[in-house]
């Protein structure tokens, strides 16, 4: 997947997703202790919700492929003092990083596949996913009024994320996804924790 159409969400002005702060349920589910060891952003932008979680003390490293993005992400991160790194990635061939992780955070990334690519995505994360890991995704949801543009059904994540592909869901919860297209409650979300097996 080339970089440039999502390269071109940064220019001429903040891209919809970006709120210049971390996602609330970010910001909670750090404070809960949720994050340990090494952290992998997948789909980090401009780098807030890396940012939150390095600046907890914990290895970070956020990829995406706009690299606008991620030359913001690198300024803010100098800004404000933050060790954490930023580098180019495909989602959909995490492999190619070398490394594996203890927890993976997908923030908003989930969504934008296609039915067809999630597979390859769910594959791709458990290649960096150490065994016994955490993944969270928060993605739009299905549920409620005002939904994100690709919201995702509760049954289209446990059907993706199953022990045949080596995963296993913990839980899925409502949650709500902050924009720049949404009032000051944000759009729906699910909130899903799920453990590499």
């Known amino acids: 997947m080339t970089g440039l159409p999502w390269d071109a969400s940064y220019h001429g002005g903040p891209a919809p997703w970006?709120?210049?702060?971390?996602?609330?349920?970010?910001?909670?589910?750090?404070?809960?202790?949720?994050?340990?060891?090494?952290?992998?952003?997948?789909?980090?932008?401009?780098?807030?919700?890396?940012?939150?979680?390095?600046?907890?003390?914990?290895?970070?490293?956020?990829?995406?492929?706009?690299?606008t993005a991620l030359a913001m992400a690198r300024e803010k991160a100098d800004d404000r003092g933050i060790e954490v790194e930023f580098a180019t990635a495909d989602a959909l061939h995490l492999e190619r990083l070398g490394r594996r992780f203890e927890t993976v955070l997908d923030c908003g990334l989930f969504h934008s596949f296609d039915g067809d690519e999630r597979p390859g995505y769910v594959a791709s994360l458990a290649s960096v996913t150490e065994h016994d890991g955490t993944l969270y995704v928060l993605c739009f949801s299905d549920d409620g009024p005002d939904t994100g543009p690709h919201p995702v059904s509760r049954e289209e994540l446990t059907a993706v994320f199953n022990r045949g592909n080596g995963w296993g869901v913990a839980a899925i919860e409502p949650?709500?996804?902050?924009?720049?297209?949404?009032?000051?409650?944000?759009?729906?979300?699910?909130?899903?924790t799920i453990k590499r097996i």
């Open 175 to 192: 949650d709500r996804v902050q924009t720049r297209f949404h009032g000051d409650d944000g759009a729906p979300a699910w909130f899903a």
């Open 18 to 67: 970006d709120i210049s702060r971390p996602q609330p349920a970010i910001v909670r589910l750090a404070s809960e202790g949720g994050f340990a060891g090494a952290v992998l952003d997948a789909g980090c932008g401009t780098g807030e919700n890396a940012l939150h979680v390095a600046s907890l003390g914990l290895p970070v490293l956020g990829v995406d492929v706009a690299e």
